[in-house]
């Protein structure tokens, strides 16, 4: 089924350690993003990366880092975790550069991190 | 700053038709787009307007004021697999989506 896959779909998480979501796409779409969604706030860009090879940073960048080593992969890595990252991550890309026409995004089925 | 503004929660019957507002301050304006997003599930894409006026595809449509920073999805003959919020989000002059909170619509019977 095309489409975005994110793992794990839920995690608890001390505060201090690592932590790595997963996003794969199969869609060959060149752009892909990272979004958290939290409670009566709007969903806050992350990460992104227009094409394999490039990244560059979103609203709220602090604390997390990407990587895009090929098309189909986006992860989003937590150094160190804190409370204030518990939230729930979605995954997302398009296939057209972001200023480019409609420029739909597709979502994966979001993450949901706690951090105690 | 920017800002999205959209109400947080309208209620709606099911048959009826309901309109979603969005009032948007943006540094520049490259486009709309609605979306909505199932409890739970991931959002997904409904409309998009980059010129003035409606744009209709079936049961919803999305409208469009430039000058007045002002968009509404209208919603017709309301199904109760209607409920979700829905997402209000605008592209910037650096095209960056800037989102609204959401509006949580709940149909009763």
């Known amino acids: 089924i095309a489409g975005i896959t994110q793992a794990p779909t839920s995690q608890i998480l001390a505060a201090g350690r690592r932590m790595t979501l997963r996003c794969t796409q199969d869609?060959?779409?060149?752009?892909m993003y990272w979004y958290r969604q939290d409670l009566g706030l709007g969903l806050r860009l992350i990460h992104y990366s227009n094409t394999a090879g490039t990244t560059g940073k979103g609203e709220v960048p602090d604390g997390y880092s990407v990587s895009r080593a090929n098309t189909d992969d986006f992860p989003l890595t937590l150094a160190s975790a804190v409370p204030s990252q518990t939230s729930v991550y979605f995954c997302?890309?398009?296939?057209?550069?972001?200023?480019?026409?409609?420029?739909?995004?597709?979502f994966g089925a979001g993450s949901r991190l706690t951090v105690l | 700053g920017q800002n999205i503004d959209q109400p947080t929660e309208m209620t709606a019957t099911e048959g009826a038709i309901v309109q979603i507002n969005c009032t948007y301050q943006?540094?520049?304006?490259?486009?709309l787009f609605w979306y909505q997003q199932h409890a739970g599930e991931a959002p997904t894409f409904l409309s998009y307007?980059?010129l003035d006026g409606l744009e209709e595809k079936g049961r919803f449509s999305s409208f469009l004021s430039r000058s007045k920073g002002y968009s509404y999805l209208l919603l017709k003959e309301l199904q109760m697999k209607d409920s979700a919020s829905y997402l209000c989000?605008?592209?910037?002059?650096?095209?960056?989506?800037?989102w609204g909170a959401g509006t949580k619509l709940i149909i009763k019977p």
């Open positions: 997302a890309s398009s296939a057209g550069d972001p200023g480019s026409g409609a420029n739909v995004l597709t």
């Open positions: 307007n980059v």
């Open positions: 943006t540094s520049g304006f490259n486009g």
């Open positions: 869609m060959r779409h060149n752009a």
């Open positions: 989000a605008v592209r910037d002059s650096n095209y960056q989506l800037i």
